[in-house]
């Protein structure tokens, strides 16, 4: 069924997150990314653009530049400690790419060597430049989308709700200043600058589903019935030719998981849900100054080797 109409469409990447073993077992109706959400107002008040943010050394050095204007350069909210462990998993995969996770993932690598190691020393340096708030660890996630609303601070690494939490939750009334960008290349990873990770929603078909199952999945990309899931569900469309249904900045986003040719599941979903809480855990420790990097990474492997 995944090679009629509509569903014909959706990209490869997105696809995938619905697929093992070079079997399909579902398919997406709703995919966004995780991405480098910023407020335009800040950027312009410091003479940056996305392109300054491009690299890990020049996102480094315009987070400098935002710091000397006053402006926190990163909003957090490690209250809730999913909201961190992010900026490992996606260094690790512009270290990595696709291949590192997968020799993690069925056993020729580890997530505490090679390029998880390397990210997650890059990730305590960066932490070490305090990019963030001040009470960061005490923040929570709304407050941290709110912070950029409110030209704060500058950016925050978030999935496509940033926007519709940081309005909701914002105190000055700056909304329409969102952008949004691809988190930076590191300069001689092997992974792309359009490798993203993410989430949506979508439906599985299970190996004893009747022939109506597929059926309705058709029915549910067939064009009328799929404007209806990007208007009233606020849906990021999977299929090209439904932007206009959705909010202007959000195109960004759909663009992005068009354009991935490796579209990874958030790691704490992936994973078993016992390692997930271990990835966020270690990662609270980095920000906490109470890991080390080896012991952060140890930990996330240990605990994959007890719980995979």
Do not use: H
Not at 64 to 71: A, P, Q, T
Not at 236 to 250: F, N
Not at 268 to 288: H, M, N, R, S, T
């Amino acid at each position: 069924y995944v090679t009629t109409g509509n569903i014909s469409q959706i990209g490869k990447g997105a696809m995938g997150v619905y697929a093992f073993d070079g079997k399909q077992y579902g398919a997406p109706y709703s995919l966004g990314t995780v991405g480098l959400w910023y407020n335009k107002y800040v950027f312009a008040d410091c003479g940056l653009t996305p392109d300054d943010f491009s690299t890990w050394s020049k996102f480094l050095k315009s987070c400098e530049v935002l710091k000397s204007k006053g402006y926190a350069p990163v909003a957090l909210g490690e209250k809730e400690t999913w909201t961190g462990f992010y900026w490992w998993t996606y260094l690790a995969q512009r270290l990595g790419g696709e291949p590192d996770f997968l020799a993690a993932y069925n056993g020729t690598g580890a997530f505490n060597t090679g390029s998880y190691l390397k990210a997650m020393e890059m990730l305590k340096e960066f932490v070490d430049t305090k990019p963030f708030q001040d009470g960061f660890m005490a923040t929570t996630q709304a407050e941290q989308e709110a912070l950029v609303a409110d030209r704060v601070c500058a950016m925050t690494l978030m999935g496509q709700w940033a926007p519709s939490t940081g309005k909701d939750n914002a105190t000055k009334g700056y909304n329409d200043e969102w952008g949004v960008m691809s988190f930076p290349a590191v300069e001689g990873g092997a992974g792309l600058l359009s490798d993203t990770q993410g989430g949506g929603d979508g439906y599985i078909i299970g190996k004893n589903a009747p022939d109506e199952a597929i059926e309705f999945l058709k029915s549910f990309y067939e064009p009328e019935n799929y404007k209806i899931i990007c208007t009233k569900l606020n849906a990021c469309p999977v299929v090209p030719g439904y932007e206009d249904y959705i909010d202007p900045v959000m195109k960004e986003v759909v663009a992005a998981v068009k354009a991935a040719g490796y579209y990874q599941l958030y790691y704490d979903q992936f994973l078993p849900a016992a390692v997930g809480e271990d990835i966020k855990a270690a990662c609270e420790g980095i920000y906490a100054g109470t890991k080390t990097p080896k012991e952060a990474v140890d930990m996330i492997q240990a605990s994959w080797e007890a719980n995979r």
